[in-house]
Every structure is written in structure tokens, then in C-alpha cells.
């Protein structure tokens, strides 16, 4: 098993307990998320960790898939789907290198606090590119510590080694940018709500 799996499914049933580090700022993204929703509509979260995100927007649209690299939380996710009595969303253990979809099958993809942790975030994008449909969307929020933690690139290799953190890439908010640029993609809304906060970007596939 790899060992980013391994660390998640250690602490699944941790994190599904706790509370969101900021509420208002998770609220407003959930909101802005949903301005871009319709009811007929196949979304994609990959990294999506414990489904909350998943199932407060299932409501929204037709169906969510949603994938995630621990098999811990993903039993913890349909566990709360299945005690909320919500039936269009369908959760996997996969990554996204692994998932296997056909060109242009969402209409919405959401990739939340996982680009950093992944080995390589253009790949994905460029997956996540050719997943959406034509005008389709991507949502991301990532935390890009090359603008306010940037020692973390020479704490991150030693964390992972020991087991203390999965893996992490350090990289900066501009960097996102021009990755998601270079794929094509346009950015729609960009916002991050403070110093060592998430990036919150929609972009739009061309």
C-alpha cells in the first residue's frame, strides 16, 4: 500500500471528526461552488476525503463521484451518505491516476486540499482537463505554502519518511495559476481569504 494511503487511513477516523478549520471561508466556497451547479449535472471530487463536501452539495446536481486514495475514509463517507439517506453519490477507492473515465464525462470537477499532496499536480489537471466536458469546470482549493511556509519543502521530505505527513509538494499560488493556464484552462474566480489559507480557484475549460 502506498504510503500516503497508509497515513490517510491511520487518522480517517480523526479527521472525520473534526470541525472545518474555518468555517466562514469553507461556506463561502460551498456557495460560490453552487453558483456554477445546475440539476442535471455529473460531478467529479477526487481527494474527497470523508464525503462532507460531497454530500452537502448533492442536493445540486444529478450524481457525484467521488474518489479517495484511503479506503478508511472512504467507508466513513458512505457510512454518512448511506445515514443521510442520500443515493446520488457514489464513492471509490481510487487515485486519480488510476480512475478510468471516458473524455468529457463531467460537467463539474472538484479537486479540494489535494493537489499539494499529490507527486504530480500538472498530470492531473491535464486529467481533469480532458474528463470535463466543453466549457465544463474545475474547482480547486489548495494550499500553495510556497508563498507563506515555504521551509516546508526541507521539513516535508524528513515528515513523510517518518510517517508524520503524507506526501506534500511545496509550490506557490502564481505556480497553480500557471499550471492551470498551461492546461488550458481559463481561471473564472480566484480568491484566497487570508495569509496561510487555501487558494480557491474556479477555472473553466475552454
Known amino acids: ?13 480523526r479527521y472525520s471528526k473534526q470541525p472545518v478549520a474555518d468555517e466562514e471561508s469553507y461556506q463561502k466556497k460551498l456557495q460560490v ?30 450524481h457525484i463521484q467521488g474518489i479517495d486514495i484511503s479506503a478508511n475514509m472512504i467507508q466513513i463517507a458512505r457510512g454518512k451518505a448511506e445515514a443521510e439517506n442520500i443515493n446520488n453519490i457514489t464513492f471509490e477507492c481510487s487515485t486519480i491516476d488510476e480512475f478510468r473515465v471516458s473524455d468529457e464525462t463531467f460537467d463539474v470537477v472538484l479537486g479540494l486540499s489535494i493537489l ?17 466536458k466543453p466549457n465544463g469546470i474545475f474547482v480547486t482549493s489548495t494550499a500553495c505554502l510556497g508563498d507563506d511556509m515555504s521551509f516546508f519543502k526541507f521539513i516535508a521530505p524528513i515528515g513523510k519518511f517518518l510517517g508524520v505527513f503524507p506526501l506534500v509538494k511545496v509550490f506557490t499560488e502564481q505556480e497553480l495559476v500557471t499550471s492551470l493556464t498551461n492546461a488550458d484552462f481559463a481561471i473564472d474566480y480566484q480568491w484566497k481569504p487570508g495569509k496561510n489559507k487555501a487558494v480557491f480557484i474556479v477555472a473553466k475549460k475552454g
Not at 500500500?1 to 477516523?13: G, Q
Not at 491535464?126 to 470535463?132: E, G, N, Q, R, T
Open 1 to 13: 500500500m502506498d504510503r500516503s494511503a497508509k497515513f490517510w487511513d491511520r487518522i480517517a477516523e
Open 116 to 132: 499539494h499532496l499529490l507527486q504530480n499536480k500538472e498530470e492531473a489537471i491535464a486529467k481533469v482537463y480532458k474528463m470535463l
Open 33 to 62: 461552488t453552487r453558483q456554477y451547479f445546475q440539476s442535471d449535472m455529473q460531478v467529479f471530487e477526487f481527494g474527497c476525503g470523508t464525503g462532507s463536501t460531497a454530500i452537502v452539495h448533492a442536493p445540486y446536481v444529478k
